[in-house]
């Protein structure tokens, strides 16, 4: 039996809990994160979110930034709708309770690389948990949504699947790892809030829970365009310790006065970048990634510690604490970083509200492209962009379904009948293994195109391998990531060999400078139909 609801909603980070909260209460909304609520990637954000709120700052200036950062290929609708909106957004998670720092009787506001003012509300150093923590209590108490924790969608619905005629999305496959049943969820609005794509690389300052691209491959497999998946962003500074996999030292160190500093102690971000450790993200890891290629250095040094200690405490709690039980006091001594794979600017194409291709699907957050990010995302504009078009898209689907009602369709159970459980399940990890390795390796920070043809070649092979794979087994979650993440691979090195050139966070030897036009790379599905009316 399907459940049913007015709108489902993949994805319980800030873009998803955002839209959730903001429908009106007579709609029954479902809410699916594939772990826990607090696992995905919003948790981790340690920065802050950026919005104009000192008085010499303008969202011109915050406009300008966003350019200046993606390498001029920002879209001016998404950019305008996205800094017009950030001080509103930001007052509505302090209504909903965000605990952001205050100084005095004003909010604190720090400053991280590529912007000109100081503009980033934060709470300490760890603003994605205070974010998530709130947004998840004020879900909770809502009468109309339901959390289903432990649930991650297979594939989509659409009517087309169904021969129902006229194409759009009512529903998912949904698989409930607790009990390993799959079964359908309908709706008369379907949204993938599922995060990125960082997943695909070695890499990553993602934790378990998310960035497997799902909701950019179910998308594309139900027919919906994608775009810029060559735009992968490394965060330059992810700590470099064999215990910890993904701890992200936020932007905001750099912010306050940090300094990276080669093995021998010497600075050499100013070498790079008149802005030095202040330039935008793609600037910094790439001259991180050089420094230590050259030098044949596994990691590099993030010094805050001529800063006085109590500053760094204050500022920095969670990530002293952490590095702290590491052996590393970071008031005393610089910490071991490298760069790592952090956000995916591409993804499903929309609209400035959130539609996809096909009608009655939308995606927000860093599953979709609106073109806010262009070639790489500024800091601090992720948050952003989850809280403007959460919203954004909630008011678009309420006046959608103010005067409709719920379409009654008889879909099919997910047919099991022709697969076993798996006795192999180690060649899921070896394939995941292999993925993540070559893709760091072939299509990571610089790139050329013989790295991006033996990328394409084994992602060919390993697709078929998983394909066969997911026919002949009972799925799994691992099996769905994996399957996602092979197909997400693909479509970022299809991007990445279209784009012969340099620009922001793809850079290649055999291209290294940026051609005068201005393009974005859209990839459109063999089964592409456009479904919006």
């Given amino acids: 039996m399907a459940k049913q609801f007015d709108v489902l909603i993949l994805g319980s980070g800030a873009a998803g809990l955002t839209l959730a909260l903001n429908l009106p209460s007579h709609l029954r909304v479902a809410v699916l994160s594939k772990g826990r609520l607090e696992h995905g990637a919003t948790w981790w954000a340690q920065g802050g979110i ?3 709120f000192e008085q010499s700052d303008t969202t011109e200036a915050h406009a300008q930034d966003t350019f200046i950062a993606g390498a001029n290929l920002s879209h001016r ?3 305008d709708q996205t800094v017009n909106h950030g001080p509103e957004s930001i007052r509505w998670l302090i209504e909903q309770g965000v605990p952001f720092t205050r100084s005095g009787d004003d909010y604190h506001l720090t400053r991280e690389g590529g912007h000109s003012h100081r503009r980033i509300v934060h709470a300490a150093d760890a603003t994605g948990r205070a974010i998530q923590t709130t947004l998840m209590e004020r879900a909770k108490a809502a009468d109309n949504i339901e959390l289903f924790e432990h649930h991650i969608g297979v594939d989509l619905i659409t009517r087309r699947k169904l021969n129902l005629g006229a194409n759009a999305c009512i529903g998912a496959y949904v ?3 607790t009990d390993s049943s799959v079964e359908p969820f309908l709706a008369q609005r379907i949204v993938l809030a599922t995060g990125g794509a960082s997943k695909a690389y070695l890499y990553t300052t993602n934790s378990d829970g998310g960035a497997s691209g799902d909701g950019i491959a179910m998308a594309w497999r139900a027919g919906c365009r994608i775009a810029n ?10 700590l470099y310790h064999p215990k910890a996999k993904s701890l992200l030292i ?8 940090g300094v990276l500093l080669r093995p021998d102690g010497t600075r ?4 790079f970048d008149e802005r030095a450790e202040l330039a935008p993200r793609d600037i910094v890891a790439r001259s991180i990634d050089f420094e230590m290629k050259r030098l044949g250095s596994e990691c590099m040094y993030l010094d805050i510690s001529h800063k006085p200690a109590e500053f760094v405490k204050e500022h920095f709690p969670t990530i002293y604490e952490r590095c702290l039980e590491l052996g590393i006091d970071i008031t005393k001594e610089p910490i071991p970083v490298v760069p790592a794979a952090h956000y995916t600017c591409g993804g499903v194409i929309t609209d400035t509200a959130g539609q996809t291709d096909l009608k009655g699907l939308y995606a927000i957050g860093e599953t979709a492209f609106t073109g806010l990010h262009g070639a790489n995302r500024l800091a601090s504009n992720s948050l952003l962009e989850c809280v403007v078009y959460g919203s954004t898209a909630a008011k678009a689907i309420s006046t959608e379904l103010a005067d409709t009602e719920m379409e009654t369709i008889e879909v ?4 099991e009948s022709q697969v076993v459980d798996s006795d192999e399940d180690v060649v899921i990890s070896h394939n995941w293994d292999e993925l993540r390795r070559f893709m760091w390796d072939y299509v990571g920070i610089v790139r050329t195109n013989k790295r991006l043809e033996r990328a394409d070649h084994r992602v060919e092979l390993l697709q078929r391998e998983i394909q066969d794979y997911y026919k002949n087994y009972r799925v799994s979650k691992y099996l769905i990531e994996l399957r996602n993440l092979a197909l997400v691979s693909e479509l970022i090195i299809r991007c990445a060999i279209k784009r012969t ?4 966070l793809h850079y290649t030897l055999d291209y290294p400078e940026a051609e005068p036009d201005l393009y974005d790379t859209v990839l459109v599905p063999d089964n592409y139909h456009w479904s919006i009316d």
């Fill in 412 to 415: 099919p159970p997910w047919d």
């Fill in 175 to 177: 698989l409930n790892q």
């Fill in 501 to 504: 050139e340099s620009r922001g």
């Fill in 77 to 79: 609708d998404s950019v």
């Fill in 268 to 271: 050499f971000m100013q070498d």
């Fill in 229 to 238: 998946m060559e735009f992968n962003q490394f965060h330059p500074t992810c």
């Fill in 50 to 52: 950026a919005g104009v």
């Fill in 250 to 257: 936020t932007e905001a160190v750099r912010g306050e006065g």
